[in-house]
């Protein structure tokens, strides 16, 4: 037996945290990846690499950024569901040590239910009536997340695009499958002529 109301309460009051900072380490890792394939791009347009295997290194290291910022944002999440939130509004002083904590807990054997639902419906409303406010410490590194995303995402997008990357060197971005086929293809060695004249210098 838990307490449904307060559950209720803390879900409603972490849903917008959540929602605001999965999308802020979305916007983070897609701009991280455009950035990181924009500046390959630009590294073939100028002509730095001009062998095949520079795909391949922009889409692998893409790829480990991309998921760099999925085991981050990850952990950034789960610090926000409604027990881990219930918990850290009690280290900052809203509520004291377990009066929130102790509600999501399945209630011990013997525990009154007329008492149980008194603490719930109290604490419930004690929630939805001060829990924005309270929050705040805990919204305020959701919304420098949200913040460094979008600018991420925007500068990486404007780089991605002003490489080129749908014609010219660039443009070999798109085909990793090719790439790939060109590095490990076999060298092949032919005669520019079948016959030579005696002492011509080849």
């Not at 040590?97 to 639902?117: K, Y």
């Amino acid at each position: 037996m838990t307490a449904p109301a307060t559950q209720s309460a803390l879900q409603r009051l972490g849903r917008p945290l959540r929602s605001r900072n999965g999308a802020g380490w979305a916007a983070l890792g897609l701009g991280a990846v455009a950035a990181l394939l924009a500046a390959w791009a630009w590294s073939a347009r100028l002509g730095w690499f001009s062998a095949p295997y520079w795909v391949l290194l922009a889409w692998s290291m893409a790829l480990l950024g991309l998921a760099a910022i999925a085991y981050l944002a990850w952990g950034t999440q789960a610090r926000l569901s409604t027990v881990r939130l219930a918990g850290r509004l009690e280290e900052l002083g809203a509520w004291r040590h377990g009066t929130l904590t102790a509600l999501l807990d399945a209630a011990a054997t013997g525990t009154s239910g007329q008492l149980l639902d008194l603490a719930d419906r109290t604490q419930a409303e004690e929630v939805s009536r001060r829990g924005a406010a309270a929050v705040e410490p805990i919204a305020r590194p959701v919304r420098t997340v949200s913040a460094a995303g979008l600018v991420c995402l925007v500068l990486g997008a404007a780089a991605f695009t002003s490489a080129g990357p749908v014609n010219g060197a660039a443009a070999a971005l798109w085909h990793p499958r090719r790439a790939w086929e060109a590095t490990v293809a076999p060298v092949r060695l032919r005669a520019a002529e079948s016959l030579v004249d005696r002492g011509k210098l080849v």
